[in-house]
């Protein structure tokens, strides 16, 4: 089956800095790479998503790459702050409908 | 668009009885709903795939006998904890994907259910 590996598992970065989260994934089949923020006791809320068919995708601070020869997909969270502190989950999908395989998940901390 | 609602939120329970957990999707049909499981600090731990009239896909090491699903209808899949033990303490989470959106891979959350086994 798929595995999913992220890293760093937290980071602590000053506000204004940008952020970088790293997975990488297995099975060569995989197509869809959601990431997901979550804060404490909260659900987790899509941030971006990425399909294999496209290397960059960027929505005002927030960007995703994806390298489908490496098989990894990285995370780019510019000018942060502090409201972008939680634990962000990066996650692969094969197909259409099916389940998702998750990372170990990233705890960021924004320090002010 | 997109909402999935969880209930209840929070509950505390004694060993040996049986919780039942509620997932609905709002405001669209989910012919697949996912039941996951997290520890504090923890990523999310896929239990099972809920299928709307059919059985339950549970993963690998997850008790299907202990954790029972049912998805009645295309808006409620159900998770019961039964005979509940302090071990199965833990955030349940169920998640949907809207079928026809055009977001047809991505999966919405609900907002969790703490249990709370005494």
């Known amino acids: 089956g798929e595995n999913v590996e992220q890293h760093p598992s937290t980071l602590s970065v000053q506000e204004g800095d940008s952020a970088v989260i790293k997975c990488t994934y297995s099975?060569?089949?995989?197509?869809?790479f959601p990431w997901y923020k979550q804060e404490l006791g909260k659900r987790p809320q899509l941030i971006i998503d990425i399909r294999s068919n496209v290397g960059e995708k960027k929505d005002q601070r927030i960007a995703v790459t994806l390298n489908k020869t490496a098989k990894h997909f990285s995370l780019h969270i510019t000018e942060t702050q502090p409201e972008d502190s939680a634990v962000y989950f990066c996650a692969a999908s094969i197909n259409t409908g099916n389940q998702f395989y998750f990372g170990t998940g990233t705890s960021l901390t924004v320090i002010p | 668009g997109a909402v999935v609602s969880q209930h209840p939120s929070r509950v505390i329970c004694k060993s040996g009885t049986s919780v039942k957990i509620e997932c609905r999707s709002l405001d669209f049909q989910a012919t697949t709903m996912f039941w996951y499981r997290q520890f504090p600090k923890k990523s999310l731990m896929l239990m099972a795939t809920s299928n709307e009239g059919s059985k339950a896909t549970y993963e690998q090491g997850v008790e299907k006998d202990k954790f029972l699903i049912n998805h009645a209808s295309l808006t409620l899949s159900t998770l019961t904890v039964t005979s509940a033990h302090p071990e199965d303490s833990s955030f349940y989470i169920c998640s949907a994907t809207p079928p026809t959106s055009g977001r047809e891979d991505t999966q919405y959350f609900g907002p969790g259910t703490r249990l709370t086994v005494l």
């Open positions: 099975d060569s089949a995989s197509n869809y």
